[in-house]
Protein backbone atom coordinates (compact mmCIF):
# COMPACT_ATOMS: atom_id res chain seq x y z
CA UNK A 1 0.00 0.00 0.00
CA UNK A 2 1.37 3.30 -0.94
CA UNK A 3 0.49 7.04 0.22
CA UNK A 4 0.65 10.07 -1.43
CA UNK A 5 0.41 13.27 0.26
CA UNK A 6 0.90 16.45 -1.37
CA UNK A 7 -0.50 20.40 -0.20
CA UNK A 8 2.16 21.31 1.96
CA UNK A 9 3.90 24.70 1.45
CA UNK A 10 5.34 28.07 2.99
CA UNK A 11 2.39 30.19 4.38
CA UNK A 12 1.94 33.04 6.81
CA UNK A 13 0.87 32.58 10.05
CA UNK A 14 -2.68 32.59 10.36
CA UNK A 15 -3.17 31.05 7.10
CA UNK A 16 -4.64 28.30 5.64
CA UNK A 17 -3.13 25.03 4.12
CA UNK A 18 -5.10 21.69 2.99
CA UNK A 19 -2.76 18.63 2.45
CA UNK A 20 -4.29 15.53 0.76
CA UNK A 21 -3.37 12.03 1.15
CA UNK A 22 -4.36 8.99 -1.69
CA UNK A 23 -3.23 5.73 -1.71
CA UNK A 24 -2.15 5.04 -4.86
CA UNK A 25 -3.81 2.16 -5.88
CA UNK A 26 -7.77 1.17 -6.49
CA UNK A 27 -8.91 -0.99 -4.35
CA UNK A 28 -12.00 -1.58 -2.61
CA UNK A 29 -11.05 -2.34 1.00
CA UNK A 30 -10.94 0.58 3.07
CA UNK A 31 -8.61 2.08 5.82
CA UNK A 32 -8.67 3.70 8.86
CA UNK A 33 -5.73 6.57 8.19
CA UNK A 34 -4.46 9.44 10.05
CA UNK A 35 -1.78 12.68 9.68
CA UNK A 36 1.04 12.86 11.90
CA UNK A 37 3.76 15.63 11.93
CA UNK A 38 7.25 15.54 12.61
CA UNK A 39 9.13 18.90 13.60
CA UNK A 40 13.04 19.14 13.26
CA UNK A 41 14.66 17.54 16.47
CA UNK A 42 11.43 16.42 17.65
CA UNK A 43 9.40 13.15 17.99
CA UNK A 44 6.80 12.45 15.30
CA UNK A 45 3.69 13.17 16.83
CA UNK A 46 -0.49 12.70 15.99
CA UNK A 47 -2.00 15.07 14.60
CA UNK A 48 -5.32 13.74 13.54
CA UNK A 49 -6.99 10.39 12.19
CA UNK A 50 -10.05 9.46 10.81
CA UNK A 51 -11.72 5.81 10.67
CA UNK A 52 -12.49 4.09 7.56
CA UNK A 53 -15.78 5.16 7.50
CA UNK A 54 -15.37 8.59 8.13
CA UNK A 55 -17.89 8.54 11.10
CA UNK A 56 -15.56 9.32 13.40
CA UNK A 57 -12.36 11.72 13.33
CA UNK A 58 -9.85 12.05 16.35
CA UNK A 59 -7.94 15.41 17.02
CA UNK A 60 -4.20 16.41 18.84
CA UNK A 61 -5.39 18.91 21.45
CA UNK A 62 -3.03 21.38 19.78
CA UNK A 63 -5.07 21.24 16.77
CA UNK A 64 -8.72 21.10 17.87
CA UNK A 65 -10.53 23.93 16.13
CA UNK A 66 -8.16 24.87 13.43
CA UNK A 67 -7.58 21.63 11.66
CA UNK A 68 -10.30 19.35 10.01
CA UNK A 69 -9.84 16.08 8.70
CA UNK A 70 -12.25 14.59 6.23
CA UNK A 71 -13.00 11.67 4.35
CA UNK A 72 -15.78 13.28 1.14
CA UNK A 73 -16.56 9.73 0.00
CA UNK A 74 -16.06 6.02 0.05
CA UNK A 75 -12.20 5.71 -1.21
CA UNK A 76 -9.00 6.14 0.61
CA UNK A 77 -8.57 9.81 0.13
CA UNK A 78 -8.15 12.36 3.08
CA UNK A 79 -7.98 15.52 3.58
CA UNK A 80 -6.40 17.96 6.62
CA UNK A 81 -7.79 21.54 6.31
CA UNK A 82 -5.41 23.91 8.42
CA UNK A 83 -6.09 27.13 9.15
CA UNK A 84 -5.09 29.20 11.99
CA UNK A 85 -1.76 28.01 11.32
CA UNK A 86 1.02 28.88 13.62
CA UNK A 87 4.94 28.84 13.49
CA UNK A 88 4.97 25.80 15.95
CA UNK A 89 2.81 24.00 13.23
CA UNK A 90 5.75 24.06 11.00
CA UNK A 91 7.07 20.35 10.20
CA UNK A 92 7.04 17.24 7.99
CA UNK A 93 3.30 15.88 7.43
CA UNK A 94 2.80 12.65 7.17
CA UNK A 95 0.06 10.68 6.06
CA UNK A 96 -0.39 6.60 7.45
CA UNK A 97 -3.34 3.99 7.19
CA UNK A 98 -3.95 1.48 9.03
CA UNK A 99 -4.61 -2.35 8.39
CA UNK A 100 -7.29 -2.61 11.56
CA UNK A 101 -7.96 -0.98 14.69
CA UNK A 102 -5.98 -1.93 17.25
CA UNK A 103 -5.58 -0.12 20.84
CA UNK A 104 -3.31 2.11 20.34
CA UNK A 105 -5.78 3.56 17.35
CA UNK A 106 -5.39 6.61 16.48
CA UNK A 107 -2.18 7.30 18.36
CA UNK A 108 -0.15 4.45 16.76
CA UNK A 109 0.12 0.87 14.97
CA UNK A 110 -0.45 2.91 11.76
CA UNK A 111 1.22 -0.08 9.14
CA UNK A 112 1.95 2.06 5.50
CA UNK A 113 3.07 5.73 5.89
CA UNK A 114 3.26 8.31 2.75
CA UNK A 115 6.47 10.22 2.08
CA UNK A 116 5.89 13.43 3.90
CA UNK A 117 4.86 16.99 2.86
CA UNK A 118 6.64 20.05 4.17
CA UNK A 119 4.55 22.74 6.07
CA UNK A 120 6.58 25.88 6.68
CA UNK A 121 4.40 28.82 8.62
CA UNK A 122 6.24 31.98 8.69
CA UNK A 123 5.83 34.50 11.36
Known amino acids: VQLQASGGGLVQAGGSLRLSCAIRRRTSRMYPMGWFRQAPREERQFVAAITWTGGATYYADSVKGRFTVSRPGPENTIYLQMNSLRVEDTAIYYC?????????????????WGQGTQVTVSS
Open 96 to 112: AAAESYTQNFPYGDFDY
